[in-house]
Every structure is written in C-alpha cells, then in structure tokens.
C-alpha cells in the first residue's frame, strides 16, 4: 500500500547531540512537510519542499534542517541548537505544492524527548 | 492572528449522544480550501473532508456532517450517533489558493466519548 513511512517511532536525543528524523513517501508526491506538535498548539510547520534539491523555512525552522535529495525522502535533523527539540514530529506529502486544494497525507509520527 | 479557531479544546460526551466541533477561520482569499482531519492516538492525522470556497453545500457520510457557511466564516463537524471509536483530536484546516498546499491548523479539539 501507498503511504508515509516515519521512523523511528521513539527517539531520546542527549543534550547536545543532533538526531534525524526520517520521512520516505511511495505516493510518488512532490511536496514533503514536516511538522511540530505540542501540547495545545496544533501542528506548526517546520520546512517544507517542493521538488527534489529545494526546500523553504516554515514558521519555526530555527534549531532544524532539512534535505532532498530524493523524491521519496525527506529527512529532518534536530540539531543542539533547538533548546526546546521534546515533541511529536509529522511528516506529510502532497501531490504538488502549488495545488492549495490537495489534502496532505501524514505519517504515524516521530516522539522525540530529551534524557 | 490565528487564521483557524478552534476553540473548544475539549469535549466529553455520553455515547449515542450527538457532538459538534467548531471552526472559524480567516482569510482575504476568494479561493480556498478547508479541510478536517481526524488523529487517534496512534498519532496519524486522517483525512475527512475537504470543502472549496465555492461550494457552501452540506454534506453528510454516515454519522458524519460538515456544515460550512461563509456568511460566519466557519466550518463546523457534527458527530451524530457518537461512538467510542469516535475519541480522537480533531483538526480544522485551511490552504489559501494564493499560497499553494501550505496549511493553516487549528490548534485541535479533544473528543472523548464515554461508554
């Protein structure tokens, strides 16, 4: 079946240390997003996609960064310098970024905490 | 300012009791999308509807209805008949045509329905 892969489903990440999130799509989408989730504040945008090789900054992309190198992944890593990284992390697709009627399709979700 | 209000942060009802979630939004666009999406706990938002700007008919799946009016800006879900696998957040979203496929969220609603 088509659909967004996250993994892991888990992660702890030590003070200082940068972990990557990964996020693959069979959908044969153009548009990968990844989101932030806490508590009370719905889902924030961190970086979004287009096309392969180009990425923009969403609302909160400070402390993370992004790749895509390929169609089909969309790697997010969180660096030392997101002092706050404890969170549920979605990562979606849609069929083209430019097309404001598609719904986006989401992943199970990455929970990151802090030791 | 908040482009997606949804204001009831949480709700309990009785099974078999009926529920309707509100959603207010805000936008200068002629042209756009909105969207609920429903998230278990497992973690993964499913979508549920999507309705365009230009179609302000009702619609009803099952136990499931949407109730969009432009004239309050809002888009409002209605459970009829609810079960306990109804339990779930609950998200309004909306994509503005001038934008492309960036979402707005609301910052979601609890539903948790009692046996």
């Known amino acids: 079946d088509g659909g967004i892969t996250q993994s892991p489903k888990y992660l702890f990440r030590k003070e200082g240390q940068n972990v990557t999130l990964s996020c693959e799509q069979n959908l044969n989408h153009d548009a990968m997003y990844w989101y932030r989730q806490d508590p009370g504040q719905g889902l924030r945008l961190i970086y979004y996609?287009?096309?392969?090789?180009?990425?923009q900054k969403g609302d909160i992309a400070e402390g993370y960064s992004v790749s895509r190198e390929k169609k089909e992944s969309f790697p997010l890593t969180v660096t030392s310098a997101q002092k706050n990284p404890t969170a549920f992390y979605l990562c979606a697709s849609s069929p083209r970024q430019s097309l404001s009627n598609q719904p986006q399709h989401f992943g199970d979700g990455t929970r990151l905490s802090i030791l | 300012a908040q482009k997606v209000t949804q204001a009831q942060t949480e709700i309990s009802v009785v099974e078999k009791e009926d529920v309707t979630l509100d959603c207010v939004y805000e936008t200068r666009d002629t042209t756009y999308y909105l969207f609920w999406y429903k998230q278990p706990p497992s973690g993964e938002l499913v979508f549920l509807i999507r309705?365009?700007?230009?179609?302000?008919q009702n619609e009803i799946s099952g136990r499931y209805s949407w109730n969009f009016q432009k004239s309050t800006s809002s888009f409002n879900f209605t459970i009829t008949a609810s079960q306990v696998v109804d339990s779930a957040v609950y998200f309004c979203a909306l994509s503005e045509a001038t934008v492309g496929n960036q979402f707005y969220f609301g910052t979601g609603t609890s539903l948790t329905v009692i046996p």
């Open positions: 309705r365009n700007s230009f179609d302000e």
């Open positions: 996609s287009q096309i392969v090789n180009d990425f």
